[in-house]
């Protein structure tokens, strides 16, 4: 089992819709979380960084920690067909230096 | 500000060749770290510099995989005698010292032939 699972879709949803992504971890010692965004052929570009239980909003993004259940999600409102990209979850620790990464799910916002 | 920097964006090499691969971090960022990414699969972390000290390397793939780092600026990636399962993009991300919040460039794409 891997220790940051995501699916990796495509999900396609049309403009303005809600949007719900989600990861589940097994590591009891990911204590942070972030959310990255990236389009193709460019780099991860980090989107949220959450920490603690509950809720962060940034705009209209909002992350959502559940650790009671292991379950990290990102909530985008007013979808746009600019948000079309791979949306990965990540968490250091894990007994390495970097983070570990989720293998992404490809978003398509479709106009 | 700049960001994180690598060249080439792209590489086409053949098998058995050595490649390099340059990062330049963050102006500032005392923290750099390499990933790979191969199709369809997620980010796979490499190594992490603090300073040019790396404590730990265990995360390169093989004794092929090697990687240096200038005082806080430059790092290369080298891969010796490429093999063709090393085709991936290679990203290389900075922080301010051991911050979780890693900044990435925009990668190398390496294609081995």
């Known amino acids: 089992q891997k220790e940051v699972e995501q699916d990796p879709g495509p999900l396609s949803v049309p403009e303005g819709a809600i949007v719900s992504l989600n990861c589940t971890y097994s590591n009891s010692a990911f204590q942070y979380f972030m959310w990255y965004r990236q389009y193709s052929r460019k780099g991860p570009e980090l989107l949220m960084y959450?920490?603690?239980?509950g809720n962060k909003e940034d705009g209209r993004f909002t992350a959502q920690v559940d650790k009671s259940s292991k379950y990290i999600s990102l909530f985008i409102r007013d979808s746009q067909p600019s948000d079309s990209a791979t949306y990965l979850c990540a968490s250091p620790g894990g007994g390495a230096d970097g983070l570990t990464f989720g293998k992404g799910t490809h978003l398509i916002i479709q106009p | 500000g700049a960001g994180v920097s690598q060249s080439p964006s792209n590489k086409v090499t053949e098998k058995g060749k050595d490649v390099e691969l340059r990062c330049d971090p963050i102006s500032g960022h005392t923290a750099l770290y390499w990933y790979r990414q191969r199709l369809g699969q997620g980010l796979e972390f490499l190594i992490y510099f603090q300073g040019n000290s790396a404590p730990d390397k265990s995360g390169l793939p093989s004794d092929r995989f090697s990687a240096e780092r200038t005082g806080e600026s430059v790092s290369t990636l080298t891969i010796q005698r490429t093999q063709q399962e090393d085709s991936a993009v290679y990203l290389c991300?900075?922080?301010?010292?051991?911050?979780?919040?890693?900044?990435f460039g925009p990668g190398t794409r390496l294609t081995v032939l």
């Open positions: 959450t920490y603690s239980s």
């Open positions: 991300a900075s922080s301010r010292a051991r911050s979780n919040e890693q900044f």
